[in-house]
Nanobody, 119 residues
Framework: QVQLVESGGGLVQAGGSLRLSCAASGRTFSSYDRAWFRQAPGKERESVARISRSGGYTYYADSVKGRFTISRDNAKNTVYLQMDSLKPEDTAVYYC????????????WGQGTQVTVSS
C-alpha cells in the first residue's frame, strides 16, 4: 500500500522556522515529481513548492519564495520543506504529493500536517 506521511507541523511564532518531512512507503518515488501544497481555512488549496526527480529543478509560489526551501532524499524516499521567516498567513494544513508525470494531476497525497503561525 502506497502511503505519504507528513510530519513536522506545529505551532510557531512569526519569524520562526519549521521543517516538514514527507516519508513515502509502498514504492520507490525517485522517478516521481514531489510537491507541497497548503490549504488555509476558507481558501482553496494552493501549490507551495515542487521539485523534480533529480532535485535539479525547483518551483516556489511567489508568496514563499526566498523563505521556503524544498529538497529531497531519494535514498530515504523523503521530501522536505524548510520554512523560515514564517508569517501568520502561512498558517494552513500542508500536504505533500507525488506524480509520475511531468505535468497534470498528482497521483498520491498525504493526510496533511497543521502549521500554525502566531503573531
Amino acid at each position: 500500500q502506497v502511503q505519504l506521511v507528513e510530519s513536522g507541523g506545529g505551532l510557531v511564532q512569526a519569524g520562526g522556522s519549521l521543517r516538514l518531512s514527507c516519508a513515502a512507503s509502498g514504492r520507490t518515488f525517485s522517478s516521481y515529481d514531489r510537491a507541497w501544497f497548503r490549504q488555509a481555512p476558507g481558501k482553496e488549496r494552493e501549490s507551495v513548492a515542487r521539485i523534480s526527480r533529480s532535485g535539479g529543478y525547483t518551483y516556489y509560489a511567489d508568496s514563499v519564495k526566498g523563505r521556503f526551501t524544498i529538497s529531497r532524499d531519494n535514498a530515504k524516499n523523503t521530501v522536505y520543506l524548510q520554512m523560515d521567516s514564517l508569517k501568520p498567513e502561512d498558517t494552513a494544513v500542508y500536504y505533500c504529493a507525488a506524480r509520475s508525470g511531468y505535468a497534470g494531476p498528482y497521483d498520491y497525497w498525504g493526510q496533511g500536517t497543521q502549521v500554525t503561525v502566531s503573531s
